[in-house]
């Protein structure tokens, strides 16, 4: 991306200070450090097209994230993808968790832990993915966020992930977002890419998005669009 398109976007969406109650970990490839909530549902659902490097075209449709909360600094997670590849079945499942990771709960630095199992696919084995997801909210208006995770398959070799993404809001409802991405694995060539979006808040508990993003090393580019939905709190949880 051009530098002065780049310092243009930051000047002129730094400028709205952008916050609301549901966090979520999509559109952008950045996993937040904020946990969903004790006793909390969040399902977050979109659509994936997908042009690869060799050539091939992939659509998953729907991509499913559920998240509960069984305490306010542990999450459970489930990761389901479609694909028409398999006549729109399941191609992938992972199981997981997050954990926040701080002390005090006020901070404007955010850390959490995330841990998910992977279940064999196709050819792959069964892997393990572990991040660190580190945020820093309201800088100067600005929301950094920022992972470095490592995913390995058993009996084969794995390979380091990272991301940074800077978001901020246009107005109290819509957000935008860029993001740098990429995985390094031994005795390849590290792939680097980019992504940008938007978030539109309809209500405090549900959000709709779109995102795009291009490979920077790579032919890589893809689409997607989805919501993110958040169960409210009960009248017993409001009363405290």
Do not use: C
């Not at 966090?23 to 450090?33: L, M």
């Amino acid at each position: 991306m051009n530098k002065g398109l780049f310092v243009f976007l930051f000047i002129l969406f730094s400028k709205v200070l952008f916050s609301q109650d549901i966090i979520t970990d999509r559109p952008d490839q950045t996993e937040s450090a904020v946990v969903v909530g004790e006793k909390k549902i969040q399902i977050e659902s979109g659509i994936l097209n997908q042009q690869e490097t060799d050539g091939e075209r992939r659509l998953s449709a729907p991509i499913n994230l559920f998240r509960y909360g069984i305490s306010k600094k542990v999450e459970l997670r489930l990761n389901l993808e479609h694909s028409e590849e398999i006549n729109y079945g399941i191609e992938s499942i992972e199981l997981g968790s997050k954990i926040n990771l701080n002390k005090n709960q006020n901070s404007l630095t955010k850390v959490g832990f995330l841990s998910h199992l992977l279940l064999p696919k196709k050819d792959e084995n069964l892997g393990i993915m572990n991040l660190i997801s580190i945020s820093h909210d309201q800088v100067e208006n600005l929301s950094i966020g920022y992972n470095l995770g490592y995913t390995y398959f058993f009996n084969k070799s794995g390979f380091l992930k990272y991301s940074i993404a800077l978001g901020t809001g246009i107005s109290k409802k819509i957000g935008f977002f860029l993001e740098t991405y990429g995985e390094i694995e031994k005795s390849k060539i590290p792939r680097s890419n980019f992504d940008s979006g938007f978030t539109y808040l309809v209500k405090d508990n549900l959000q709709i998005d779109i995102s795009f993003g291009i490979g920077i090393n790579n032919e890589m580019n893809f689409q997607s669009m989805g919501f993110s939905w958040k169960s409210k709190k009960n009248k017993t949880q409001t009363k405290k």
